[in-house]
Antibody, heavy 118, light 108 residues
């Protein structure tokens, strides 16, 4: 069963770039779309974007100008960069797999809290 | 962009039936997935492709989708069903995923 684990700094300064990595284990990174989803405290889920093993991406239009996703199939990892962060970007960030377009998110990582503060 | 609308909260007594709606323009033409999220945990799918149920999810959970509304139905509600529920679709007109705002289910 594929498992996901997010990693990265838990604290980022305003105006800097948030960087997170998701490691895929017990499965191939080549068979899924890989997504980033975030959730501010006490609020709902927001889809950030996804990347396929080929490197093709889809981003949430509301974040597109600040988001870059990449994938390293040799290391079974994919990554998120979110630039020019503000306090509004403080959230739990989840990575999640998606077997095909129009399918559901499964599996999910446990989530990692990123706080934007000076 | 495509918008999914859920009621912020639904309350139900134990043993009764809870219905959580997800409204969207012609949502009946899309595939809807439902997630359950308990405090401190990642979401878990409880219904996929409108009405399919993953293994391990009780038969009490069911889904339907028609017209402008998709519905998650939880029969014989138990205290353990208390959670936040989110609907999700793929918007093929803009190539991105969309979540509803979420519904908090309270078991009275």
């Amino acid at each position: 069963q594929v498992q996901l684990q997010e990693s990265g700094p838990g604290l980022v300064k305003p105006s800097e770039t948030l960087s997170l990595t998701c490691t895929v284990s017990d499965g191939s990174i080549s068979n899924y779309y890989w997504n980033w989803i975030r959730q501010p405290a006490g609020k709902g889920l927001e889809w950030i974007g996804r990347i396929y093993a080929s490197g093709s991406t889809n981003y949430n239009p509301s974040l597109k100008s600040r988001v870059t996703m990449s994938i390293d199939t040799s290391r079974n990892q994919f990554s998120l960069k979110l630039s020019s962060v503000t306090a509004a970007d403080t959230a739990i960030y989840y990575c999640a797999g998606e077997k095909s377009t129009r399918s559901w998110f499964d599996p999910w990582g446990q989530g990692t809290l990123v706080t934007v503060s000076s | 962009s495509y918008v999914l609308t859920q009621p912020p909260s639904v309350s139900v007594a134990p043993g009764k039936t809870a219905r959580i709606t997800c409204g969207g323009n012609n949502i009946g033409r899309k595939s809807v997935h439902w997630f359950q999220q308990k405090p401190g945990q990642a979401p878990v799918v409880v219904i996929y492709y409108d009405s399919d149920r993953p293994s391990g999810i009780p038969e009490r959970f069911s889904g339907s989708n028609s017209g402008n509304t998709a519905t998650l139905t939880i029969s014989r509600v138990e205290a353990g069903d208390e959670a936040d529920y989110y609907c999700q679709v793929w918007d093929n007109s803009s190539d991105h995923q969309v979540f509803g705002g979420g519904t908090r289910l309270t078991v009275l």
